[in-house]
């Protein structure tokens, strides 16, 4: 997992060839303004613009969730969002089947942490990083990534 602020973002786009795509776009975009829905931004990224209140801790983490065929570039418009977070590797009871449908598999384990994004602020979350998200008080948006490995 890596978090950082969208003004350090050039420093990890040698680690996948769509991360510069995606946060090019965002740079070029008025983020502010994306209307929920989901975007095919190139072949192997997709955006996912989410708004919503958020959740308490208890009701997010029942979605405490993981992907095999993506990772999550999480960024936060309008926050501040709070992220649960446990390594896969430590995760131990499986919520239901692996979909390859959806790309997710749930787990019933509990985080080992929790973090908090500020606006501007993001979260690259990869196969290895168990999560659940939009934690928070008040009205939340975010981008949501998704980076074909």
Not at 22 to 33: C, K, N, R, W
Not at 70 to 93: H, L, M, V, Y
Request: charged share 30%.
């Amino acid at each position: 997992m890596i978090i950082d602020s969208l003004h350090n973002a050039a420093k990890y786009y040698n680690l996948h060839p769509n991360f510069q795509k995606a946060f090019e776009y965002v740079s070029q975009t008025d983020i502010a303004s994306l209307e929920t829905g989901s975007f095919e931004i190139c072949e192997g990224l997709k955006l996912i613009v989410i708004h919503g209140d958020g959740s308490t801790r208890e009701e997010s983490i029942k979605g405490f969730e993981c992907h095999d065929k993506n990772i999550d570039i999480q960024i936060s418009i309008q926050g501040p969002e709070t992220f649960a977070w446990k390594p896969r590797e430590k995760c131990t009871k499986p919520n239901g089947d692996y979909s390859d449908q959806r790309d997710v598999r749930f787990f019933y384990d509990k985080p080992d942490m929790f973090f908090e994004l500020q606006e501007k602020q993001f979260a690259i979350l990869f196969p290895d990083d168990v999560h659940a998200a939009m934690i928070g008080e008040g009205f939340l948006k975010k981008l949501v990534f998704k980076v074909k490995i």
